[in-house]
């Protein structure tokens, strides 16, 4: 697992795992601003990790969500239900910014996953329309999804201090 973590808001960087690509140039941005992140990606996944990787997607305060064309994604649709649940917790001041992909590349070609898949997109992007959420953002685009988290961090960053104040507790 690779992350960024000094001290206070972190961005976790979850959805499309595997050889999938998206989060290099996110990293390589995130580096350069001198962003917090946390990536669950890594090459030989252990299962030994499985609580760190539960641990930030409790509690970092930016949790990014793509379900990308390069997979058929049922681990990350699930996540993303799971994620939800977490938005919609009424004391929950975390930001979820989720992505879906309406499309697979021509190469996943195996007809049966790849109709489950299209449906599975297609039912959680129509759930997804009809919440309410001040902390949930859908974008149709990584370069959207980028813009927004970066965005989120700074207003993170800025009410990260207050946070002593209030009698909310993690």
């Known amino acids: 697992m690779e992350f960024k973590t000094k001290m206070g808001v972190t961005i976790g960087l979850f959805g499309t795992c595997g050889v999938s690509k998206w989060r290099d140039k996110f990293i390589m941005d995130y580096e350069h601003l001198g962003i917090n992140y946390f ?50 917790k009424l004391d929950d001041r975390r930001s979820f910014v989720i992505m879906i992909d309406k499309t697979l590349v021509p190469e996943l070609d195996n007809e049966v996953a790849r109709k489950e898949s299209l449906r599975a997109r297609a039912l959680v992007m129509e759930h997804l329309k009809k919440l309410r959420l001040s902390n949930l953002y859908v974008v149709d685009n990584l370069n959207d999804m980028f813009d927004i988290s970066v965005e989120l ?13 209030n009698t909310y507790k993690v």
């Open 39 to 88: 990536n669950p990606n890594v090459s030989n996944w252990k299962p030994e990790l499985a609580e760190i990787e539960a641990e930030h997607l409790a509690h970092d305060e930016i949790i990014l969500f793509p379900v990308t064309n390069e997979t058929y994604g049922t681990g990350s649709l699930s996540e993303v239900g799971f994620s939800i649940l977490n938005a919609i």
């Open 153 to 165: 961090y700074n207003v993170a960053t800025i009410i990260e201090p207050l946070k002593k104040f």
